[in-house]
């Protein structure tokens, strides 16, 4: 039901969020693995058109994090939908390499509500610490090393909202479809059967609707659409 209420929302929330505050620079909503792994893998999609008063909203699937390179330097990759205020969503991804800056690279610049796509990041096989983003059963970018990787990461399925330091919380509503992992590099994908470790920060919700699947989206949008 809550997925048919977001799925029909086809407008704009109307800067619903402007009332709410949300004290973090990043929040998120979503899940981590339990177990670790060599790659990850979902149907995105958007649920609703974003509403972004500041900053930039985002729904991912990913490895790596801050702190987790080697020598607590951070590292990571994932892939997913973004928005920027007065954007449509976009397929991107995001690499970070020990000793460089965060590379965002745009796939698609518009992506429509209710559009799916799925997308994933997956060690290489025979490639030890190598990395690669896939979109739609084909791989849109280089491959990367990421040191240290090998032994496995927990990944991470989440939307978030970086508000720039605004005190707003930005709208979203990503659905998260068919969560699965890979055990092996270049094995075969797996659907997430363990309840891993779900997260929400003030301002947003993750509502589970099965062990493989859930939606991420704002509280001001949720309530917003229970009205309509």
Known sequence: MLVGALAAACVAPGH??????????????????????????ATLTA????????GHVAGWVGVGGVGLGPGGSSEWIQVGLSAFPGTPSKIYYEVRQPGWAAKYVE?????????RHRVGVLEARGKPNVWRVWVDGRPVSPMYYLPGSHAGWQP????ESWNGDAGVCNNFAYGFEGISL??????????????????EDIGYSMTRRSPASFVASSRALLQTLKRR
């Open 107 to 115: 796939v698609k610049t518009s992506v429509a509500l209710g559009e």
């Open 47 to 54: 649920l609703a058109l974003p509403d972004v008063l500041n």
């Open 156 to 159: 991470q399925a989440t939307a």
């Open 182 to 199: 890979m055990s092996k590099p270049g094995g075969a994908w797996r659907a997430l059967s363990d309840p891993g470790f779900e997260f």
């Open 16 to 41: 619903a969020a402007a009332a709410a505050q949300c004290s973090k620079s990043y929040s998120y909503a979503g899940l981590t693995a339990s177990t670790r792994s060599h790659g990850i893998s």
